[in-house]
């Protein structure tokens, strides 16, 4: 009786640890639903402005905040992207949207840090894995960067810059491949990774890595 509850029990072992995947291992959260209000002006075309504030707790515990009351960019991916790729509704992860749009305008948090929660917060916004890695997988390549408001960045060799914020800029034809790859091999996110750093063409304004 033992012997067969022990087998039992180290089969459930077993089956537990190839079942892990990376979509189990995020356990981030939101907490609140956004209020938006579409800005139609030339300066702020295709933005919005948050009205009232929410969170989201990524899988390690650090909160995150959208803010309010200033102009973000409404999409997470370029036109060359949205317009070309059979992508779900940007309103479908539009609370991860709006999270790393924010974070981007108020540049106080290091932008590789932002880019890192993409991928669990897609998840945790409820999109499939393949989904998810290939959003992510653009926003790698082509998202935005900055530089902290406060580093000596600013004082050294940008000094007449208020904000320093740029986009990367990917090999989009190797970009469309590394996507079909994706939705086609599964890869993991470490692979997705080495994989688009190789095809970004320029990186940023600085002589060191960005």
């Known amino acids: 009786m033992f012997k067969h509850s022990y087998k039992e029990l180290f089969l459930i072992i077993i089956i537990a640890f190839f079942a892990i995947d990376e979509t189990l291992v995020y356990a981030g959260e939101f907490h609140g639903n956004p209020l938006i209000e579409q800005l139609d002006t030339i300066k702020y075309s295709q933005h919005v402005k948050l009205i009232r504030e929410f969170t989201y707790v990524d899988n390690s515990g650090e909160t995150w905040t959208s803010g309010t009351n200033r102009p973000i960019p409404i999409h997470l991916l370029s036109d060359e992207i949205r317009q070309l790729r059979p992508l779900p509704s940007e309103f479908d992860y539009l609370k991860t949207t709006l999270i790393y749009q924010s974070q981007s305008v108020q540049a106080t948090e290091p932008w590789r840090r932002v880019r ?41 060799c940008h000094s007449n810059t208020s904000v320093l914020r740029w986009r990367a800029i990917p090999d989009y034809g190797q970009l469309h491949v590394t996507l079909d790859w994706i939705l086609k091999d599964f890869p993991t996110t470490n692979q ?10 320029k990186t940023g304004p600085h002589i060191f890595g960005q």
């Open 116 to 156: 890192n929660i993409v991928f669990e917060a897609l998840i945790d916004e409820g999109l499939q894995e393949h989904i998810a890695k290939m959003i992510y997988a653009a926003v790698r390549a082509e998202g935005w960067r900055w530089e902290p408001i406060g580093s000596s960045c600013y004082s050294s």
């Open 192 to 201: 997705i990774d080495n994989r688009i750093d190789a095809l970004i063409l």
